[in-house]
């Protein structure tokens, strides 16, 4: 199993660490730290040494509450950023968005994979998806980030999301993506209920049926913070729980904010298959 983008591709016979580069102000975990070009380029590659394999790039907040932010806005964030790493690191580079221009432009910089929140649902979206012809990652969200989080609600949260995903992959399919290019994401924290994160990671093995690479990011979420009282710099040890619970029950992409330890869990997970 691999993705192709471009003259780049991406083994998936074992899970790949993706990296959260957010150049914005306002991020849950790390925002404001990374708004300037040379401090997020230094960072993208302090996490290629870590062992990330893609870099995603985003310039709009999708945390719970965020604002909007504006076309313009989001293309001087992340546009200026993806060019200079694609010209300075050997890295897959993720683009972090839900607008069709903003996804033309960054192909065109030199992003690999288009990874929207929106599952390609905005206007213009698919086209540019289409158009761009690089891998994309629909991601399951109930509501809109602003919203999201107000009493949610699924008659089985696992169903549902597989019935959204296939949905959506019809019509990826129709507008000419590959089916290849397809990389599916259950969307943690995105409009769920403790309770519905927690039945999603324990039955997250249940997404192989649809046959498509699985993305998850539960990386210093809320979901840690409200069970174990900890506020988002102490959620190391869960977040790494987290992943390791993903990668052995088949996700392919672990998108994470802490490079080096995740990828220090997946490297023992794998030793121990191959031991077998």
């Not at 591709?9 to 849950?28: A, E, R, W, Y």
């Not at 539960?218 to 988002?232: A, E, N």
Request: glycine share 8%; net charge negative; aromatic share 6%.
């Amino acid at each position: 199993m691999q993705l192709i983008s471009g003259n780049k591709k991406l083994d998936l016979t074992h899970p790949q660490v993706m990296g959260i580069l957010n150049v914005t102000p306002d991020s849950f975990s790390d925002g404001g730290r990374f708004q300037v070009i040379d401090a997020a380029v230094e960072q993208a590659e302090i996490m290629v040494k870590q062992g990330a394999s893609i870099i995603d790039i985003g310039g709009e907040s999708t945390r719970p509450g965020a604002e909007p932010v504006g076309l313009e806005q989001e293309l001087s964030r992340t546009i200026p950023v993806i060019e200079k790493i694609s010209q300075n690191l050997d890295v897959w580079i993720s683009i972090d968005t839900s607008k069709a221009a903003v996804m033309r432009e960054a192909v065109a910089a030199g992003a690999n994979l288009i990874n929207d929140v929106c599952a390609l649902q905005q206007e213009g979206a698919l086209a540019a998806a289409a158009a761009a012809n690089v891998p994309v990652c629909l991601m399951h969200m109930q509501g809109a980030p602003r919203s999201m989080q107000t009493a949610p609600s699924y008659q089985d949260v696992v169903t549902d999301i597989m019935a959204f995903f296939e949905q959506r992959i019809a019509a990826c399919t129709y507008a000419g993506i590959s089916s290849g290019q397809i990389i599916l994401d259950p969307g943690f924290g995105f409009g769920k209920s403790l309770d519905h994160n927690y039945q999603l990671l324990q039955r997250l093995s249940e997404f192989k049926a649809l046959d498509f690479p699985l993305l998850t990011g539960l990386s210093r979420k809320s979901m840690f913070g409200d069970w174990l009282g900890r506020s988002v710099d102490q959620r190391l040890a869960a977040s790494l729980a987290g992943a390791l619970l993903c990668a052995q029950q088949g996700a392919k992409i672990i998108r994470v904010h802490d490079v080096e330890q995740t990828s220090d869990v997946l490297k023992v997970l794998q030793k121990t298959i191959e031991s077998e």
